[in-house]
């Protein structure tokens, strides 16, 4: 005897298996969705402290030392003296003269991080990118580590 169509039990079984693909396919898109706008910050923060780095690399190459101080990276210049501090998602970087003349310049990186070590010669900077996730353990991403040189000449300690 042939078959000409489907028994209810078929149709109903294949509509729940039906429902329950679409449901994890919508969650997963879901989080597909929430995870493109993270990422693109995510990524935007990391550029921006590239920007910095790169830039306090032109000032350590110019260095003849480094200075103490609590909260900032203090570079010491022969045309005045450039520190970093890292606060609120922003790295800043002011630059004194002998003068007295004080500027600034501020990149915006939500979720950055930077951290410095002194190494005879050298500062180890580590930078990273924390992102918020709400009841859970913020992700680490875009983690790097540098060793920036004094030039020859330089003084070998902070």
């Known amino acids: 005897?042939?078959?000409?169509?489907?028994?209810?039990?078929?149709?109903?079984?294949?509509?729940?298996?039906?429902?329950?693909?679409?449901?994890?396919?919508?969650?997963?898109?879901?989080?597909?969705?929430?995870?493109?706008?993270?990422?693109?910050?995510?990524?935007?923060?990391?550029?921006q402290l590239a920007d910095a780095l790169r830039q306090m690399r032109r000032d350590v190459d110019a260095a003849v030392g480094f200075a103490p101080a609590d909260d900032a990276l203090l570079i010491r210049r022969r045309d005045g003296v450039v520190g970093y501090a890292v606060a609120d998602g922003q790295v800043t970087r002011f630059r004194v003269t002998p003068a007295g003349r004080r500027t600034e310049r501020t990149w915006s990186a939500p979720g950055g991080r930077m951290d410095w070590?002194?190494?005879?010669?050298?500062?180890?900077?580590?930078?990273w990118i924390e992102l918020a996730r709400p009841d859970r353990q913020p992700l680490t991403r875009l983690a790097n580590a540098r060793v920036l040189f004094l030039p020859p000449g330089g003084e070998d300690r902070p």
């Not at 028994?7 to 597909?32: K, P």
């Not at 070590?117 to 930078?127: D, L, N, S």
């Open 1 to 47: 005897m042939k078959r000409a169509g489907w028994t209810l039990i078929e149709v109903m079984c294949s509509m729940v298996l039906l429902t329950a693909a679409v449901a994890v396919g919508a969650g997963v898109f879901g989080d597909a969705l929430r995870a493109v706008p993270r990422s693109a910050r995510a990524v935007e923060a990391g550029r």
């Open 117 to 127: 070590r002194f190494r005879p010669g050298a500062v180890e900077v580590r930078t």
